[in-house]
Every structure is written in structure tokens, then in C-alpha cells.
């Protein structure tokens, strides 16, 4: 486990999951939110978030969540030699979805650039839900099952599994 893609619907829990992950085994966390957005919510020039995504799967050893766009997001997951993709049922992640928003009026949520606007970005994601949910989530599904032979997979489908998963990490 040297370069690991974390990805999912909103509200999954991705870099909730990214961030311990790399506290268990020491590997460089990148978080594409924090990529792809500056401090405060602007986006960053596509040409020049591609050139930073470029550029991370050319190092040895990372942990990426997020999506970031199509494009890179396969191209992560070709270099990648470890899939884990959070697959909660869609009201799991609407309620989580939900509870970010309530927390980040408080705190910044995980993974999120600095003074990111959380009612903007919580909305986005009630929208992301609906539409990953569709379109995505079926192509991660054919993803995992298509990349069981060539790399560690990790398809979890519940907050216990996921518990489970950093446990059976943070044992090894």
C-alpha cells in the first residue's frame, strides 16, 4: 500500500478515512478539495489543478481523496495500487452531509480548504449525492470488480466496515 485513492459519494467520510489512514501508516495525505479550491472557496484554474494532480501520481507513495474531475480521478485510480471506495447507502451519506454542515458552522470540515463557505459547498453536495449516486457510483462498482486482480481493494459498505478496515490497519 504505497499510492491509495479514496473515493465515494459526498459525505462518505473520505477524508475523515484519508486523514487517519495516513496517521496509521505514514504515508503523504493530498486532499483534492484542497487542490482544486483555495482558502476561501474560489477554484483553482483547471490547466493548473491538473498539472498539481500530474504531478502527485508521479511520487512514490500518497493518499488521495476526492474526485476532483473525471479526467484525473481515472487517471488516479490507474496509478493508484490500492482502491478504497466508500459505498454507504445514499441516506448515510445525505445524513453526513448534514452533519457537516452543522459541525463546519463551527469548525472547518476535514479536507476542506480554509473558510471554504459551507452553506455553497453543502448544497453542492446535496446536488453531487443525487448525481453520483446515478452515474458514478455504478462505474466505481465495475471499477472495484474490475480491479480485484491488479490491486488492493477495499469496497466498504458501512461505517462498521470502515471501522474495521483502520483497525485492521492500525494492527499491522
Not at 78 to 96: K, N, V
Not at 147 to 172: C, G, Q, T, Y
Request: proline share 5%.
Amino acid at each position: 500500500m504505497k499510492k491509495v485513492a479514496i473515493f465515494g459519494n459526498a459525505g462518505g467520510g473520505k477524508s475523515t478515512l484519508a486523514k487517519q489512514l495516513a496517521e496509521a501508516t505514514s504515508l503523504p495525505l493530498y486532499s483534492l478539495d484542497k487542490i482544486k479550491y483555495k482558502a476561501g472557496g474560489g477554484e483553482v484554474p483547471h490547466t493548473e489543478y491538473l498539472n498539481i494532480h500530474s504531478g502527485l501520481l508521479s511520487q512514490e507513495e500518497w493518499i488521495i481523496d476526492g474526485f476532483g474531475c473525471v479526467a484525473s480521478a481515472w487517471e488516479r485510480f490507474s496509478a493508484a495500487d490500492t482502491l478504497i471506495f466508500i459505498d454507504l447507502p445514499l441516506l448515510t451519506h445525505g445524513t453526513w452531509v448534514t452533519k457537516r454542515f452543522l459541525k463546519g458552522l463551527f469548525v472547518d470540515p476535514e479536507g476542506w480548504p480554509d473558510n471554504s463557505p459551507i452553506l455553497k459547498g453543502t448544497l453542492n453536495s446535496y446536488r453531487v449525492l443525487w448525481l453520483c449516486h446515478r452515474r458514478l457510483t455504478p462505474a466505481y462498482r465495475q471499477l472495484v470488480t474490475n480491479s480485484m486482480k491488479s490491486k488492493k481493494v477495499h469496497h466498504l459498505r458501512s461505517p462498521r466496515a470502515i471501522r474495521e478496515f483502520l483497525n485492521d490497519i492500525r494492527s499491522e
